[in-house]
């Protein structure tokens, strides 16, 4: 069968985008192509394609089934999309894939757009769903599919995917991505073992049953790293697992089994990674570094005991600065993530994550000092922050206007999140409306300075200033009788000196 995968534009300021390879498409093709199928690649938000040459290339090609990758920030332009090519397209059939459509299905194909939804992996699902509309069977046997039968919804049981028994990955985009500058992606395991309230990915990796982590050899690991190396020499690796290391044991184990092949084969390679801060121990990343690690991507989070523990995190303030301190002895380069606006954050604590970023991480990407914390679909904190969860009208009318866009505040967004927790604490109206609105305009005045003047002017100096009027102006709300309780819980200092 011809079968088209798509991922779409994503919305986002050029300046702070971080764009590479579509990983999940090339394996899919891979898996696709195993099976007999034509496969066609097209990823839009690599190239900076608009949905008007997307549907001209998709005419050319004419395929019958049209696989979506759908992420929450892309959810306007996904949807729009699937309207367009329903329309330009004759007889083509529409699959969306990714966390979200894994999270609300019956939306998706609600919208009268989208034809079949893969839940989970869709390693197996597409491959089986190809070939079950090629030789016109049943769809019953499709793992993980959700379609709409003669009496309404239907869904079948997820598969598991052993990842050891998956091809490499098609490499129809790493040549477009290198030349644009992005390091090479690669993927040694899926899944992550942590328990983490705002994180989607143990109930997208865990819907299927079996372990949430899963990790392919070591020496299936290398080989592919070492054909990489050949095939784009002096392009960066970035493994791009939920978390590389994996569990206590077996994890760490493997990993250094990686760094020791690897010095074995003499393998000139620079590569990068993500973990949790409770994996980073010297014994482990010593001969990681030996090997050619270069960076590593570290959830923080907070530098505030109690918001890592309203998070779920498993980790603490102390664990956090051992792991800088660890990774700085060994040379290697830190990114740091963090949610530094959550419901528990105060302007102290916001305070000495700057301070942490600008002495023990040089060269972060200024982009963290944005983030703040979003329900998201299929977790807890999206669960107890917004019970209602995304509607199917925001998703049929694809009116989702930057719902999730992690660099770019958006001031209903945020009045959205706060008023959510206004009525979990029985309150609603002001002044809500008015915190988001001033909290939008803060971040958003902070990032067009950045934008302006450089990423590394000052930029923490800026913050500070900018937070410090903002706790000035809701010190006095959070005094007002009539305020009741507002959702961050803001310092009365205003100034570093009160600090010290």
């Not at 949807?79 to 966390?99: E, F, Q």
């Not at 700057?354 to 329900?375: H, K, Q």
């Amino acid at each position: 069968m011809r079968v088209a995968l798509l991922n779409p534009l994503l919305v986002q300021r050029p300046r702070l985008r971080w764009t590479g390879e579509h990983l999940g498409l090339e394996s899919l093709a891979a898996a696709l192509r195993q099976e007999g199928h034509e496969v066609s690649l097209l990823d839009a938000d690599l190239v900076d394609m608009r949905q008007s040459d997307v549907l001209r290339s998709l005419e050319s090609k004419m395929p019958a089934l049209l696989g979506i990758s759908v992420c929450q920030e892309g959810l306007h332009e996904s949807v729009s999309l699937a309207r367009a090519a329903k329309a330009a397209l004759d007889d083509v059939r529409i699959c969306v894939g990714g966390h979200l459509p894994s999270a609300k299905p019956q939306a998706f194909l609600s919208t009268g757009h989208v034809d079949f939804v893969c839940t989970g992996e869709g390693d197996l699902s597409l491959p089986a769903l190809a070939s079950a509309l090629e030789m016109r069977q049943g769809l019953s046997e499709v793992p993980g599919l959700v379609w709409l039968g003669p009496d309404g919804a239907r869904q079948n049981a997820r598969q598991q995917v052993v990842v050891g028994d998956l091809p490499w990955p098609a490499r129809d985009l790493t040549g477009a991505a290198v030349e644009r500058g992005a390091a090479v992606f690669m993927s040694s395991s899926r899944g992550c073992y942590g328990r983490c309230s705002f994180c989607s990915i143990r109930a997208f990796y865990g819907g299927s049953g079996g372990r949430w982590w899963r990790a392919r050899t070591p020496i299936d690991t290398v080989s592919e790293m070492a054909d990489l190396v050949g095939r784009f020499p002096g392009t960066p690796i970035v493994l791009v697992d939920d978390n590389f290391i994996g569990p206590p044991g077996i994890g760490p184990a493997r990993a250094t089994a990686i760094a020791d092949l690897i010095a074995a084969e003499c393998i000139k390679v620079s590569f990068s990674i993500s973990c949790r801060v409770t994996d980073v121990e010297p014994g482990l990343f010593e001969p990681m570094a030996r090997a050619g690690l270069r960076k590593v991507f570290l959830g923080f989070e907070s530098f505030e005991d109690d918001v890592l523990r309203e998070l779920c995190k498993g980790t603490s303030v102390a664990a956090n600065l051992r792991a800088l301190d660890v990774l700085r002895s060994t040379g290697v380069d830190i990114n740091p993530s963090l949610i530094l606006f959550t419901p528990w954050s105060t302007l102290a604590g916001v305070r000495r994550a700057f301070d942490v970023l600008e002495c023990r991480t040089p060269g972060y990407d200024p982009a963290v000092l944005f983030s703040r914390l979003w329900p998201l679909e299929n977790t807890s904190v999206g669960g107890e922050l917004s019970p209602s969860g995304l509607a199917a009208s925001d998703i049929r009318d694809a009116a989702c206007r930057g719902f999730y866009a992690p660099m770019v505040p958006v001031w209903d967004d945020i009045l959205r999140l706060n008023e959510a927790l206004g009525r979990r604490r029985g309150q609603t109206g002001a002044p809500y409306g008015a915190f988001a609105r001033e909290l939008a305009s803060t971040f958003s005045g902070i990032l067009e300075d950045v934008e302006a003047n450089g990423p590394r002017a000052n930029v923490v100096a800026r913050g500070l200033d900018a937070w410090s009027t903002f706790a000035r102006k809701w010190q006095e709300v959070c005094q007002s009788p009539s305020a009741g309780t507002l959702p961050i819980a803001l310092e009365c200092t205003t100034a570093r000196g009160d600090e010290e």
